[in-house]
């Protein structure tokens, strides 16, 4: 029997994912309040959409751990005439221990790469869950550095308007975006961005 590859995994979740929004996939068991007197009042689909997927998505990591299949797919930018390319995990998908260490070991090239890029930008840290964002010294950017374990990048432009965001992790990177297993994994988000500009993102 063959192993499904990382990019049928996203593949199959997109598929399984886009059958869930178009209600084609429920999870009937599903009540909103476990009331059964509310229940029958209160529209549970949305509900039953979303806990399909979750289902079924946690069936693919599952899969994903017992095949030993990748999590990392490789990603790669052009920021001021500098190309890059970098792993990441699949948002999607889980990270295997191997993947952690593919990240820690792209962490250094990464960090280099987004020093370049940013140089004469000004820089911003994410605060209060992504609603905020505070002015932060390069200083300030180099500590948080040293003291996480693995980055990524996210680069969003416009024909006027340049963000490039660094994501210093550690722990598990499915668990880091949204601080789901904070303290174990987390992330600090620094958005750079045009002189006399804002994060947008």
């Keep these: 029997m063959s192993v499904y590859t990382t990019e049928k995994l996203i593949e199959i979740l997109h598929s399984e994912r886009q059958a869930c929004l178009k209600g084609q996939r429920l999870k009937l068991d599903v009540t909103v309040s476990g009331s059964p007197v509310l229940d029958q009042f209160i529209r549970s689909e949305g509900l039953q959409k979303f806990t399909a997927y979750q289902d079924f998505k946690a069936a693919i990591h599952q899969y994903q751990r017992d095949n030993n299949v990748s999590g990392i797919v490789w ?16 948002a999607q998908l889980v990270a295997l221990p191997e993947d952690i260490e593919i990240l820690k070991n792209a962490k250094i090239s990464i960090w280099k790469f ?15 869950h992504g609603k905020l964002h505070q002015l932060i010294a390069k200083e300030d950017c180099a500590r948080i550095q040293e003291r996480t374990e693995w980055a990524g990048l996210l680069v969003y432009e416009k024909s006027n308007f ?40």
Aim: glycine letters at 8%; one cysteine or more.
């Design 162 to 201: 340049l963000e490039i965001v660094l994501q210093l992790g550690w722990g598990k990177p499915e668990e880091a975006c949204y601080k789901r297993g904070f303290p174990a994994s987390g992330s600090e988000y620094i958005h750079a961005v045009n002189p006399g500009q804002h994060p947008i993102t």
């Design 114 to 128: 987004w020093q370049q890029a940013t140089a004469d930008m000004d820089l911003f840290l994410s605060v209060n």
């Design 75 to 90: 990603r790669s930018c052009t920021v001021k005439g500098i190309n890059f390319k970098y792993p990441e995990v699949d």
